[in-house]
């Protein structure tokens, strides 16, 4: 069982080669704004040093979202297309769950901007307060380990090891039902843009 | 009538042999040749028991080898070595052969040239070949014509999701489009973001129709294309990660497609181009006039100073509280207009165009009529406001011809569509070869970029899986 995971959502570019429970390649290197040109190169040192052709994966696993607009439809539309040509599962992930990691208690913060930020509580693999945008003056993290852009919380900023975070949230990674109806998690709805 | 050679007609052959080669097969290897060589096979043109020519085919998997041919005498320069080269031809190909190879002496130039006109080319000299130190030929001919190479096309630099398949000789396995245009209408223009999440959204199941229609599996495609710029960013951004997509899972070749190429080439679907060619580009973002020299080299003569005409058809159609997109709408109403409001030509010099000033007066016009509490007759607004618009392309076509001779005369992109510009380029332009796209490919779509994509692949112009979507990409690039 050979899945291939994929995180564009947000600053980093992670890609990662899975095999029956272990990592066998990865790839994860900041790459803000980088990664629609990025991800097709990190993806070839990926599976060369696997040894593995792209062809010969079971699943794909990304981040759905939320994050940069532009961030999470590039590894969505990666998985939507391979997905229904190769064809393979197609599994996701919040950014936040993952960024999680399957820590205990802990709260991920993203930068939304406008003083905002994507926020979920998690505690192993439960879910405290599920992925929104919230204003950052209105959280509380005293009772919670913060992943993420802790800065804009006055704590440091800490992401921890993305590959990893994949492996361990196997058992939270939901399957896609139906490939054509997969949409990234925007946090915000289309009808809020029209003018 | 040519068969497989027989038992009783072996006297006849050992005959020809003997008259013919300076290393004749006798009889008893003839025979072993019919009866026990199970990969060898002998035809013969057998005239009311004459055996007048024979050749033999030595079968070898994908490749074959012709180890024998021959006329007898007297019936020699008479077309029978033509014919049984051509049946033995036909025997190989039908036997799913891709190559046939062949030794000849380089003294039997009769012999030579029946191989060459058969399309068989020399691979080398064989030194010493025959017994008596005569060289030889090595010669080979391709059995396969090279099948035309299929490419897939994605395009999606605005509001339209679309992807086709279609091969270098321009036949089409399928294309499919879908077009966000009602939900854009809803807010009376393409939001970009509402675009890119409807790409999103749409991409997969497009993809999977094209290919499901066009009955092939990713393998059989030689090229995945996409359009590259330009656009809106994020759409781009879509349709370029598919298409990357396919082509680092499949191992393809990718082309980055210029979008106004595409409405330019997807002309080819009625004809082929002829060069030097002027290209009308008219759309909602642009609005050119393109000398193009070759296939590889297009200029930019004329373009807006402000508006493209798309976007000022749009812009007029919203001061009329009509829909948008606004050049369908306002074509239509013009049909039922009269000459009645008075609207400034656009005064540029040279082959530039502009919009905007002949746009605010619309507006301005509407205003005064408005204030003096007179209701506008719409049909004859649209009516002025497309006179004045269409004619200055009319005229700056007109002068970009005169200083840039061509031989053939193209409409291309999505006011291509309308159909007074259609009726007015038809009568402008008797004395040049002229060409209007045909009203389904005016609009955005994936053959239009694969059309254009098979002149890249001709061109061997591709690009690296990290090539950057161009937003404002020119055609000259």
Known sequence: MLTLCIDTAYKYLTCVLIKDGRIISSYSEECFKKQSEEVFMALKKVFAKASVSPESIDSICISEGPGSYTGVRIAMTIAKVIGEILPCDVYTISTLRLYAAGRENCMVVMDARANRVYCGIYDRDRIIMDDTAVAINELDCKDYTVIGDGALLGKENYYGDLSEAFLKTRNMWKKADNISYLTPKYLKESESYSR | ?477
């Open chain 2, 1 to 477: 009538m040519i068969a497989l050679l027989k038992m009783e007609d072996l006297d006849q052959v050992e005959e020809i042999e003997k008259s013919s080669f300076v290393n004749p097969w006798n009889r008893q290897y003839l025979a072993k040749e019919i009866s026990d060589n199970e990969i060898g096979e002998i035809y013969a043109d057998v005239e009311d028991g004459v055996v007048i020519a024979y050749g033999d085919i030595w079968y070898m998997f994908e490749n074959c080898d012709l180890t024998r041919i021959a006329v007898r005498e007297e019936y020699r320069h008479k077309g029978y070595g033509q014919k049984m080269m051509k049946h033995l031809i036909s025997m190989a190909k039908g036997r799913g052969c891709e190559f046939m190879h062949l030794e000849v002496n380089v003294n039997n130039a009769d012999a030579i040239g029946l191989y060459e006109r058969n399309g068989f080319e020399t691979m080398r000299t064989r030194r010493n070949y025959y017994e008596n130190g005569d060289d030889a030929f090595d010669m080979l001919r391709i059995l396969v014509e090279p099948e035309a190479r299929k490419i897939l096309a994605i395009e999606s630099s605005c509001d339209e999701t679309a992807c086709a398949v279609i091969d270098e000789d321009l036949n089409v396995y399928s294309s499919v489009v879908t077009s966000q245009i009602d939900v854009h209408a809803r807010f009376g223009g393409v939001i970009p973001e509402v675009a890119s999440r409807m790409h999103v959204e749409q991409i997969s199941t497009i993809v999977r129709s094209a290919v499901d229609q066009a009955h092939i599996g990713i393998n059989d495609i030689s090229a995945i294309a996409y359009t590259i710029g330009p656009g809106l960013i994020g759409s781009l951004h879509v349709g370029a990660i598919a298409a990357k997509s396919l082509a680092f899972f499949y191992d393809k070749p990718l082309i980055g497609v210029h979008h106004l190429k595409g409405h330019i080439f997807i002309n080819e679907m009625i004809r082929p181009l002829q060069y030097p060619l002027m290209a009308l580009v008219v759309s909602g973002g642009h609005t050119e006039l393109v000398y193009i020299e070759n296939d590889q080299s297009f200029k930019i003569i004329g373009t807006t100073l402000d508006d493209a005409i798309g976007e000022a058809y749009d812009k007029v159609a919203r001061v009329m509280n009509e829909a948008y997109p606004g050049g369908p709408v306002i074509d239509r109403l013009a049909r039922q207009g009269r000459p009645h409001y008075q609207l400034p030509t656009p005064k540029v010099e040279g082959l530039d165009f502009s919009f905007s000033g002949l746009k605010n007066a619309v507006l301005q016009l509407v205003k005064k009529e408005e204030s003096a509490g007179n209701p506008i007759d719409k049909n004859d607004l649209a009516y002025a406001f497309q006179e004045v618009a269409l004619h200055s392309l009319i005229k700056k076509t007109k002068m970009a011809l005169e200083q840039y001779p061509c031989k053939m005369l193209v409409l291309a992109g999505g006011v291509a569509a309308n159909s007074r510009l259609r009726e007015l380029m038809n009568e402008n332009f008797t004395d040049i070869d002229l060409l209007l796209p045909p009203l389904k490919y005016c609009t955005d779509n994936a053959l239009m970029i694969g059309c254009a994509a098979v002149h890249y692949l001709k061109n061997k112009k591709f690009v690296e899986l990290d090539a950057a979507s161009e937003p404002s990409m020119s055609i000259e690039y």
